[in-house]
């Protein structure tokens, strides 16, 4: 590609609403446009930088022996229907009308579409296992759209499915992508984490979240210093937290409490450790056509998890219950405890089951019960509630957790049979019995990657890209094209590259040389070659993007010194 030519328009000023690197880069660098809130146009830069993430994520799916397909991005609402998913995705999913009147929706996933495609055309154990992927578009109507393609509502992700006659292949299958995921983000360069996950809208159990480490991250990730332990916030589990503070011995009693009744004020007035407390959350629980309030107990030093507090009460969303609500369950705000509470829905942490000593709310106002003991609750009322921390330790090696910012990547799930049952998508096994499959379902965000890797790796002056992932490798600078014997010299070269199929782009424009620079620098490639002053005394200097170090190499030693850059 010549310079002269390329649809390129860089920008020295980004956006108000751009405030991370990756997203103020992509719009200045001019490999991508914005139309609308969370909707992007690739450009010719941009393009080829997905196409290349593309390639690499195609390569190791192939090599995994899936097979590449292309579903439609426009499902018919009966689809999510059959599924389940129609009433309960909430907003994200965008749903419309056709001129007929029937209903459909832009596929934010496509488990439904697979498990339509698959169904009646696989029968039996003998085609199984068998995996479909797609690179395509997906559509989800984000609450937030931000950060340019970190979080679009139009993106592109690469989507796969697996069909399996048992648990144990799919097992299988899903140890095999956390291996070819592995491989793809290694390739891409990236520092990420293997960890685990909440399993969200999409279902089932097993889960794993790919996360690149970068400090402008969304996801909090919790990762032991000892061993390779890593958990999304959402899933953390720790060891069962422990103090070496003395207990508040007593025998059970109510005991007046005139205070404003926050855990601090509480351990304040008995003069004890927080962890001796027990916190009650108040909620509402939002179901599919009703809602309801729901509390959960966690230790006083604790916070609650609001993602396992949801999965726990198998609520669609968890939202604040306002004082006349809390009022109507009965409920006394600040003095609400797990002991004599009746006619409402309500879950303890784990982590307090069998516990004494405690002190907790007598849900009447101004007073609290002493010498709790946490014995006879039935199982069910127990649920992992509490929010991990820093500090917190390993749930596998007793090491110390740290908090650090990740992005999501990827993230791979056995689904199981929910999809299958609920779809009526079955084989015939080998005794002949009809069984719903076993399915597995990997996504990755391909367009997030771009911003991801301007995430990981950029300066003040614009982005660094690797070979794996570069628009072009090496941008051939003629400083001045007035100068015809350096030229043609760099346009020989490059067209020499060019029939060698080589990525390289040639900066033929007539514009000042620290104007090409400033472009090599904003766009990122990985190599410039100046053919500059220096010419006339046959040598070319090389200038590495990443390490800034430039070299001046002698024309004859050129090809041996560009087959390493390449
Ligand atoms: P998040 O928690 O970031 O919203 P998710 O759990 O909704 O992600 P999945 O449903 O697992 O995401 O989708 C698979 C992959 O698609 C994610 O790992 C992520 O890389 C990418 N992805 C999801 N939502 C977006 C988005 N709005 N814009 C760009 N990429 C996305
Ligand atoms: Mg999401």
């Not at 499959?437 to 991801?452: D, E, Q, T």
Request: contains cysteine; aromatic residues 10%; glycine residues 8%.
């Amino acid at each position: 590609m010549r310079f002269s030519k390329l649809f390129a328009p860089t920008a020295k000023e980004a956006p108000k609403d751009a405030v991370l690197p990756s997203h103020i880069f992509l719009i200045r660098g001019g490999f991508i446009s914005q139309t609308g809130s969370g909707l992007y146009n690739f450009l010719p830069l941009g393009k080829r930088v997905l196409d290349k993430i593309r390639n690499i994520v195609k390569e190791e799916m192939d090599n995994a022996g899936a097979q590449e397909i292309s579903m439609g991005v426009v499902n018919p609402a009966e689809l999510w229907q059959q599924s389940g998913r129609y009433e309960v995705y909430g907003k994200e999913l965008l749903r419309f009308r056709d001129r007929k009147d029937n209903e459909f929706v832009l596929g934010p996933t496509h488990e439904e579409v697979v498990t339509d495609i698959v169904r009646n055309r696989v029968n039996s154990y003998k085609q199984l296992p068998l995996h479909l992927y797609q690179i395509n578009t997906k559509f989800r109507d984000e609450a937030r759209p931000r950060f340019g393609l970190l979080r679009g509502r139009e993106f592109i992700m690469k989507d796969g499915y697996s069909f399996h006659a048992s648990m144990e292949d799919l097992k299988r299958e899903f140890d095999l992508m956390e291996k070819t995921y592995t491989q793809i983000f290694t390739r891409l360069g990236l520092d990420f984490r293997a960890v685990a996950a909440d399993s969200g809208a999409i279902g089932g159990s097993g889960s794993k979240e790919f996360m690149v480490l970068a400090k402008n991250g969304e996801d909090d990730i919790l990762v032991c210093d000892k061993c390779e332990y890593a958990a999304n916030i959402e899933a953390a589990k720790r060891e069962k937290k422990r103090t070496d503070t003395t207990p508040p011995k007593a025998d059970f009693s109510k005991f007046h409490t005139p205070i404003n009744a926050s855990i601090e004020q509480l351990s304040e007035f008995f003069k004890v450790d927080a962890f001796y407390t027990i916190k009650a959350v108040i909620k509402k629980a939002v179901y599919k056509d009703r809602s309801e309030i729901v509390v959960f107990f966690v230790r006083g030093c604790d916070n609650l998890q609001e993602v396992k507090a949801k999965n726990t009460a198998k609520a669609l969303e968890l939202i604040e219950a306002n004082e006349e609500e809390i009022k109507n369950a009965g409920l006394t705000a600040g003095f609400c405890g797990p002991i004599g509470l009746c006619d409402i829905k309500f879950f303890i942490d784990n982590e307090l089951k069998e516990e004494k000593n405690l002190i907790c709310g007598a849900n009447e106002r101004d007073y609290h019960y002493v010498g709790v003991s946490m014995f006879n609750f039935k199982d069910e009322r127990y649920a992992d509630l509490a929010e991990v921390k820093e500090g917190d330790l390993c749930p596998c090696c007793e090491g110390k957790l740290s908090l650090t910012k990740g992005i999501e990547v990827g993230h791979i799930f056995q689904l199981g049979q929910k999809y299958s049952s609920a779809m009526n998508a079955a084989f015939l096994d080998q005794n002949g019995k009809s069984q719903p499959f076993f399915m597995g379902c990997y996504g990755i965000g391909v367009s997030r990657l771009a911003a991801v890797i301007i995430e990981a790796n950029h300066d003040e002056k614009g982005c660094i890209w690797n070979k794996q992932s570069a628009p072009y490798i090496l941008d051939i600078i003629i400083s001045n094209v007035k100068n015809e014997a350096g030229r043609e010299f760099a346009t020989k070269l490059y067209e020499d590259l060019i029939a060698q199929k080589k990525e390289v782009i040639l900066d033929d424009r007539n514009e000042r040389f620290g104007f090409k620079m400033n472009d090599f620098e904003l766009i990122g490639f990985p190599y410039a070659l100046i053919v500059g002053k220096e010419f006339d005394e046959g040598k070319v200097e090389l200038v590495s993007r990443a390490s800034g170090i430039k070299e001046f190499v002698d024309i004859d030693k050129l090809d041996e010194r560009l087959k390493e850059v390449f």
